[in-house]
């Protein structure tokens, strides 16, 4: 059963990555998250919602967003939020019923599983756009943080592995399986640089430091562990700097992201300041819709939260960023391993929002598994019986 949901999840993860290519696969994950919802229905007479905070602020923003589709009348914008939602309850309500104690351990190998097709149709495609990688993307930016799931997958993976080394006996295959989840690392890192997207290269430093600093904390201030973790480490970052100065790809990638931070060092936001002073005055109480930024010759705002504002208007803003808050509320009531997990997704979500938008991307399917996740016995309810 474990390995039949992991395909049906890495099928789901696979088609967010590609929704920007086609609206085909929109139909497709939209199926697969009823799909998920009927499994886990016929499977479990009761069916648990333990963060219900996350999924009323979530229910609400569906709410705010449709009732914006019907003032501004935009059939997209009602498909775009009634699909999300359907996503959100397969993934947080029905998918955490389904995978219980083995969310991180299935989630991950689906996001590997689901990466490997999709690598390797970015790469057959190898679409070069404005100077950067585009892979099957119109667009180098897109490619850039459509890596970003992949590396938050391989980071928790290596936290785990980490951990292990620390604190138990030092086995070859730990070693092994941390060099295995390093080399991805660099894969992430080394197509991040070839898109030339500056904002996802920083998200990518900051999730990469939030694993470090969870490490260090959890060293519990002992001298062996920290022994361990302080070889480990500069063993890593030897091995990184080694890939980075013998291999040429690698050193052409760098060179690509650094001309195009030189030309772009005059306008560092290139050109969305503008953009953003233009939605705020024009802000409306139920937004303009989806399309409304054509006007100004750009399809989105270029920033997650000010797109919600321009396109569904200020309820919507406020019930999604309760949404966030209320999973990083969580923390207290998750096990160490899914508060890193939790706090990876947060920070990445917020680094990439500030220059792109996120709906069908797999941060938000990741946002939407820890958002379900907390086991707490505190507030839930049940959904069916």
Not at 72 to 89: A, E, G
Not at 104 to 114: G, H, K, P, T
Request: glycine fraction near 4%.
């Amino acid at each position: 059963m474990k390995l039949f949901i992991t395909l049906v999840f890495s099928a789901l993860i696979f088609m967010s990555l590609m929704q920007p290519v086609d609206g085909i696969y929109h139909k497709v994950s939209l199926i697969i998250s009823f799909f998920i919802i009927i499994i886990s229905i016929l499977q479990h007479k009761k069916i648990s919602i333990h963060n219900v905070q996350a999924s009323v602020f979530f229910s609400m923003y569906t709410f705010f967003c449709v009732i914006a589709a019907g003032v501004n009348q935009d059939m997209n914008l009602l498909k775009n939020s009634l699909q999300l939602f359907c996503m959100f309850l397969a993934v947080s309500i029905f998918f955490n019923d389904l995978v219980k104690e083995h969310v991180i351990q299935i989630v991950v190998n689906s996001v590997l599983l689901a990466y490997v097709p999709f690598i390797c149709l970015c790469f057959l495609q190898a679409r070069y756009m404005f100077g950067g990688f585009a892979g099957v993307f119109e667009n180098p930016n897109t490619m850039g943080f459509s890596m970003i799931g992949l590396m938050v997958a391989v980071l928790i993976r290596l936290y785990q592995l980490t951990m292990k080394i620390l604190h138990e006996r030092q086995q070859p295959k730990l070693i092994l399986l941390f060099v295995f989840y390093a080399t991805i690392y660099l894969i992430c890192l080394y197509i991040i640089l070839l898109s030339n997207a500056r904002t996802s290269l920083l998200t990518a430093a900051l999730v990469t430091i939030v694993v470090i600093v969870s490490s260090i904390k959890n060293l519990n201030k002992t001298f062996v562990p920290f022994l361990k973790f302080s070889a480990l480490f500069a063993a890593t970052v030897l091995v990184v700097f080694i890939a980075f100065m013998k291999m040429d790809r690698m050193q052409d990638a760098i060179q690509s992201i650094v001309l195009k931070m030189e030309k772009k060092s005059t306008n560092i936001t290139d050109g969305r300041l503008e953009i953003w002073q233009y939605v705020f005055e024009h802000v409306q109480f139920w937004g303009h819709g989806v399309e409304s930024l054509w006007s100004i010759g750009v399809s989105h705002a270029h920033n997650t939260l000010i797109n919600i504002l321009q396109e569904a208007g200020l309820l919507a803003l406020v019930s999604y960023c309760c949404f966030l808050l209320a999973i990083a509320k969580g923390y207290r009531h998750m096990n160490d391993q899914l508060a890193v997990l939790m706090a990876l997704i947060i920070v990445a979500m917020l680094g990439v929002s500030t220059f792109e938008i996120l709906y069908f991307n797999v941060l938000h399917i990741l946002a939407f598994v820890v958002s379900g996740s907390l086991r707490d016995t505190g507030k839930k309810t049940i959904l069916t019986e």
